[in-house]
């Protein structure tokens, strides 16, 4: 029977993964793996869990796709948000706008980590990773450390800091009170880690 016929319009296939994709945000946002359920997606996406599959091969890719496509969400906003500042813009100044659109990714989303949780299997450490890795990358072009050890564990430990503060936040119910001494702790976190700002 024609898919006009039952009263259901025939999504093209771009629009029916975007729909699964939206749906999937929520249901892995700020949970264990383990507690998301591709029934419950499907259902929310108004869709079989056999199409959920058709366009994401395991439960597996489709949060490692959730993770990707946060994390370039993420960036696209930290870019726009850098490329507002006045230029020249300090170093802390950047990376201080950059958590202030970390912190708003947290609060409208219920998080985002770059550090991998216990149960995620290796196509979501992979997208964590690469989420990271774009970061670290930011990070360096704006820092510009040393070839130090030192500053390269400091970079990385900043992210740690970051998933653990805005975590503990997010618990909280990211009350707008805390926002700002967590944005200073973080930057006082970098600042101590890399012995100052190196521009």
């Known amino acids: 029977m024609p898919a006009e016929a039952t009263g259901r319009r025939r999504l093209a296939p771009e ?27 499907a259902t929310a996406a108004g869709v079989s869990q056999a199409l959920v599959f058709k366009y994401y091969e395991s439960k597996a890719d489709l949060a490692a796709a959730v993770v990707r496509a946060g994390a370039a969400d993420l960036a696209l906003a930290r870019d726009r948000s850098d490329a507002a500042l006045a230029r020249p813009a300090s170093a802390r100044d950047r990376v201080r706008a950059a958590l202030v659109v970390l912190l708003d990714a947290v609060a409208r989303t219920g998080g985002f980590a770059f550090g991998v949780a216990v149960d995620e299997p ?70 101590g880690a890399l012995g100052d700002w190196r521009r």
């Open 15 to 41: 629009v029916r993964r975007d729909a699964i994709l939206a749906a999937a945000r929520p249901a892995f946002a700020g949970r264990p793996y383990g507690d998301a359920s591709v029934a419950d997606i």
């Open 122 to 191: 290796a196509p979501v450490a992979d997208a964590r990773a690469e989420a990271r890795a774009e970061w670290l990358g930011w990070l360096r072009g704006v820092l510009q450390p040393a070839a130090a050890a030192r500053d390269a564990l400091a970079l990385v430990g900043f992210l740690g800091f970051m998933d653990a503060a805005a975590a503990a936040w997010a618990a909280d119910g990211c009350p707008e009170a805390d926002r700002w001494p967590l944005v200073d702790a973080a930057l006082g976190a970098l600042e």
